[in-house]
């Protein structure tokens, strides 16, 4: 097995039979589950989904019997819009993967691996696959998708506590890429004490740990001071223009609307590349994602004026839009403008 000592226990090292051959005194429990198919490597009960965890157990049982397609048709898609249910199913959604530099047969570690489009979207372009996520039900259904498309040897699903308290069960060096799609925004609510970027920086630097020499990370956020922001769209709070505001005053909002502080933070274009300097990591290329970082369909480089201007006039939108964003683009403002960021970055 491939992943035997790449993957390690967070508390004391362990890899291989040693970690998933009997019951381990980390957990007090095995951690290999699920006839196999998951390594739970978490202390901590968290759960996030569309569905409850009690909707998933059929949804398992079908998976098995009958397929994973099968199974979300009949328990998926009559709870969800059909933008919700591409974002479970299109592999399409892992097209940035040519931006990255990685060596023939990567080791790929995606954290939030959700219901595993771009886990096994990565699988099939030729990766070795660890999918982290904190739900062993949507890991277990990665592990029978995968297995489904002919790629059960190349993808392994860990289960691991909240990013703000976990420690990556990964060796030192191991991987070429980490995917971060919709994650670090999150780093933050399921704790308290210190800031959410605090504690996104304590990610990254666990992050910039486990990658080679050569590795790189992508990250898939929202930008924080995008147009739509500033026009009123709803933010991770729930409510519109918290993430433009000063967090302070975000705060405020947050708690009078009975939600608690504000801690799902995104960034700027300069704060992006700020947060990973501090981090130690190298060079960052950001890309405007088009229509959004879940599914870029157009990947839209930053850095040149005139080449944002020459792309984004083709990228399909209206004409206010591309009269907006072309205007701002001569005061340099385009590259926080946009709605949302494909970073590649560097170790």
């Not at 959410?196 to 992050?207: D, F, K």
């Not at 206010?320 to 970055?345: E, N, P, Q, T």
Request: proline share 4%.
């Amino acid at each position: 097995m491939w992943w035997s000592e790449l993957i390690r226990c967070p508390h004391c090292g362990a890899t291989g039979s040693d970690l998933t051959g009997s019951v381990h005194s980390c957990f007090g429990r095995e951690v290999m589950t699920r006839e196999g198919r998951v390594i739970d490597l978490a202390r901590e009960g968290h759960y996030w989904n569309h569905l409850t965890e009690a909707q998933m157990a059929p949804l398992l049982d079908q998976a098995r019997s009958s397929g994973w397609n099968a199974a979300l048709d009949a328990h998926y898609k009559p709870r969800v819009d059909a933008y919700t249910y591409a974002y479970a199913t299109d592999e399409r959604r892992a097209d940035w993967f040519p931006l990255c530099s990685v060596p023939d047969d990567p080791v790929i570690v995606d954290i939030g691996a959700g219901w595993g489009a771009v886990a096994v979207g990565l699988a099939r372009r030729g990766a070795r696959i660890i999918a982290m996520d904190s739900n062993v039900e949507t890991l277990e259904f990665i592990a029978l998708r995968a297995k489904a498309e002919g790629l059960g040897d190349r993808v392994i699903a860990v289960r691991i506590d909240p990013l703000e308290i976990a420690v990556l069960p990964l060796r030192d060096g191991c991987a070429n890429l980490v995917v971060m799609n919709g994650v670090l925004e999150w780093v933050g609510p399921a704790t308290s004490g210190r800031s959410p970027e605090a504690l996104q920086c304590q990610v990254l630097s666990g992050v910039r740990r486990v990658l080679a020499v050569s590795g790189q990370v992508y990250v898939g956020i929202e930008s924080r001071y995008s147009v739509e922001n500033f026009r009123g769209a709803k933010d991770h709070s729930g409510m519109k223009f918290t993430a433009v505001l000063p967090r302070m005053f975000a705060s405020v909002l947050t708690k009078l609307a009975g939600k608690g502080p504000y801690r799902t933070y995104t960034h700027s274009y300069a704060a992006w590349h700020r947060i990973f300097e501090s981090c130690g990591f190298g060079a960052v290329k950001t890309y405007a994602a088009m229509p959004d970082y879940r599914f870029p369909n157009r990947l839209i480089p930053l850095d040149d004026a005139s080449v944002f201007r020459s792309a984004f006039s083709k990228a399909g939108i209206s004409r206010k839009h591309h009269f907006v964003m072309k205007a701002i683009s001569y005061l340099g403002l385009h590259r926080d403008a946009v709605g949302h960021y494909s970073m590649v970055v560097d170790r």
